[in-house]
């Protein structure tokens, strides 16, 4: 399997209202990693997994999802990605995000549809 960063691209940021901070870092420019484009599952595949429904709440994270549903905080992007959601300013106080299981599904769910893409 691949890396999820495999197909993203990547932009530098120099901009000049980011400057104060990149002198501080002893910085010119940063790379940064646009948003995903998030490849929807089909209704067969989301209806063959589990999901806990969770009321997103003052301080909730993703990564804090993760660690608690999957014990491992790395896989934060797959709650986002299954709720097509790809980062946490995306959620809304009193959202429900759903925690798709077993993880091994969801995770192959995932590669399955990047392979598709590309």
């Not at 759903?98 to 995932?110: A, K, R």
């Amino acid at each position: 399997m691949g890396n999820r960063y495999d197909d993203r691209v990547i932009r530098t940021n120099g901009e000049e209202i980011y400057k104060e901070i990149l002198d501080k870092r002893g910085l010119k420019k940063v790379k940064q990693y646009t948003t995903p484009v998030l490849n929807d599952l089909s209704p067969k595949k989301r209806g063959s997994l589990d999901r806990i429904r969770h009321t997103w709440t003052v301080g909730d994270r993703l990564y804090k999802l993760a660690a608690e549903y999957y014990g491992d905080p790395e896989m934060w992007w797959l709650i986002g990605w299954y709720n097509q959601k790809p980062t946490e300013a995306h959620f809304k106080i009193g959202d429900t995000v759903l925690i798709p299981l077993p993880l091994e599904d969801i995770l192959g769910y995932y590669y399955e549809s990047r392979s598709k893409r590309n």
